[in-house]
């Protein structure tokens, strides 16, 4: 099973769009996939009409009830969202281990649970480096983190690789001097247009760039898909439909394809 986070400082990059459509793609590859979500806007748990206030992820962090693994179809899961989240966040901010809790968690429930079903964990994250997000981290094998062709799109890839460096500095095991946080981080180039001075300008910059690994053209037909709540595979699906939008269609699968080759 591999642990894949999707994360960013800022926010408005389409992080929960990149994560909810990379679960869906996973699914048509005959994977079976359980998101974790993170955000405490629950976005990711709202797309599939769940709204939940017992055993959600606060539970992971403070336990109250038994975290809920609640099936979507047969090859997608979800741990929910809880709005509240950034409350439970101040709550454990001075415990000592409060970075690790998640991963204390995943391995005492893993058997009960039955986390071994799946392939792939996809886990949503709020626009932040906060405690919550780093024990997102901690147990990821990949991170993603869109950057989008604005004013502050470079700046907040410098300060994420920076906290991120940070925090793999300080998660160190005192004997043998090895890090705790084994994830790799990239970066996923998102909402590329390639009319605009700004994006010409961005395109030039990542060439020069080897962590950006992918880039994705602005469209609102994948902007839009949590809104829809219909994922880009399964509207390519539709035969019609794919005819007219082929070029981004399979443009998008080949970009997943790459994505794959980074998660170790």
């Not at 955000?39 to 017992?54: A, G, M, P, S, V």
């Not at 090895?178 to 961005?202: D, G, Q």
């Not at 219909?230 to 509207?235: E, F, G, K, L, V």
Request: aromatic share 12%; charged share 25%; with cysteine.
């Amino acid at each position: 099973m591999k642990i894949i986070t999707f994360s960013a400082i800022k926010g408005g990059v389409g992080k929960t769009t990149l994560a909810y459509n990379f679960g869906q793609w996973l699914k048509h590859q005959d994977k079976k996939v359980l998101y974790v979500d993170l955000d405490h806007q629950c976005n990711l748990t709202q797309t599939f009409d769940i709204f939940e206030n017992r055993g959600t992820v606060a539970d992971i962090f403070i336990p109250k009830n038994e975290v809920q693994v609640i099936s979507i179809d047969n090859s997608l899961s979800i741990i929910p969202g809880y709005m509240r989240l950034d409350e439970i966040e101040k709550n454990i901010s001075t415990q000592s281990n409060k970075d690790m809790l998640f991963y204390m968690w995943l391995e005492d429930h893993f058997e009960e649970l039955n986390l071994n079903q799946f392939d792939f964990i996809i886990i949503d994250t709020h626009p932040d480096f906060s405690t919550i997000t780093k024990n997102a981290i901690a147990i990821s094998h990949t991170v993603f983190s869109p950057i989008t062709p604005s004013e502050h799109g470079f700046s907040s890839r410098d300060i994420l690789i920076e906290r991120f460096n940070e925090f793999k500095n300080e998660m160190v095991d005192f004997k043998t001097r090895e890090s705790y946080i084994t994830a790799n981080l990239y970066f996923i180039a998102n909402m590329v247009k390639h009319n605009t001075k700004s994006s010409r300008e961005f395109m030039k910059i990542l060439s020069k760039i080897d962590d950006v690994i992918a880039i994705i053209p602005n469209k609102e037909l994948f902007n839009n898909t949590t809104l829809e709540k219909q994922s880009i595979t399964d509207m390519s699906l539709e035969k019609s439909f794919y005819t007219k939008h082929k070029a981004f269609f399979d443009e998008y699968h080949e970009t997943n394809l790459k994505l794959l080759e980074y998660i170790k």
